[in-house]
């Protein structure tokens, strides 16, 4: 089963399908009496804050590839990346540009 798929919706759902099924039950919820299966309505929030989290080491890192040398101009690096243009369907606003890989 593809879970990543360019539809955020249909992705987090197949993850949440595919870590229920994988971890139904852990040795932890044995341990602490908690279930600690995912719940499908968080799974939307860790999506988007881990997105959030990437997109911001993306931008610290063209700072420092420029503040370094390495770099003569990021561009638009920092906020035209794989990363923001999927934090960006996923939240359904538009995507900061065109995205280009080389």
Known sequence: MAILTRDPETSATALGEW???????????????VDVRPDPELLDFYEVFAGLRFSIVMVRLATLLVDIGLLADAGDMAVNNPVSHLLARILDLPEPGELVIV
């Open 19 to 33: 870590l229920s099924e994988r971890f139904p039950d852990r040795r932890g919820a044995e341990l602490t009496k």
